[in-house]
T-cell receptor
């Protein structure tokens, strides 16, 4: 596609429920990143996929967070048993080499 | 580890004023440096970048020079417009191995008044 597409754009969920966020990267971009942006804070790295290499999961804050990517296509970020502190904008970016193209993000609100 | 420090906002300027947003970094290697911009209601966009010392990145009237001696990458614009109101993020590229994840500053909010 023309850009990085994320869905849903907004998600309100009850505490304790699971949520799944989707990212559709730019075709041909081998690298895909997930970041979290809490209100008034900078971007927090979560996970990085590069081609068929093992993903860098060093930024995932707890075992409630997981992400998958099939080849060089769509990625899903799953948050299990959501907590209020998970409320944030979750950003996906894809990249051929350096410099990212970001999606518009998913705003997650846990109530 | 590597880190990026930006000046805190919000920054409020009148139209046609001169803008500087300071950014300094710490890094063990020779990172690439970036400025990203997030306009209200939109996603992050790359504004400019520099890949080695003394390089100057420029775009849309904005400039930033990679200063290795002062470990800085300050963003400047000679005459801001209302449409420049946004949040600006400084970032560096961690080039360890093949992982090019970016390390981000906290962002500086800019409001330009007519």
């Amino acid at each position: 596609g023309a850009g990085v597409s994320q869905s849903p754009s907004n998600k309100v969920t009850e505490k304790g429920k699971d949520v799944e966020l989707r990212c559709d990267p730019i075709s041909g971009h081998t690298a895909l990143y997930w970041y979290r942006q809490r209100l008034g804070q900078g971007l927090e790295f979560l996970i990085y996929f590069q081609g068929n290499s093992a993903p860098d999961k060093s930024g995932l804050p707890s075992d409630r967070f997981s992400a998958e990517r099939t080849g060089e296509s769509v990625s899903t970020l799953t948050i299990q048993r959501t907590q209020q502190e998970d409320s944030a904008v979750y950003l996906c970016a894809s990249s051929p080499l350096e410099g990212y193209t970001f999606g518009s993000g998913t705003r997650l609100t846990v109530v | 580890g590597d880190s990026v420090t930006q000046m805190e906002g919000p920054v409020t300027l009148s139209e046609e004023a001169f803008l500087t947003i300071n950014c300094t970094y710490t890094a063990t290697g020779y990172p690439s440096l970036f400025w990203y911009v997030q306009y209200p209601g939109e996603g992050l966009q790359l504004l400019l970048k520099a890949t080695k010392a003394d390089d100057k990145g420029s775009n849309k009237g904005f400039e930033a020079t990679y200063r290795k001696e002062t470990t800085s990458f300050h963003l400047e614009k000679g005459s801001v417009q209302v449409s420049d109101s946004a949040v600006y993020f400084c970032a560096l590229s961690d080039k360890a191995g093949n992982n090019r994840k970016l390390i981000w500053g906290l962002g500086t909010s800019l409001a330009v008044n007519p």
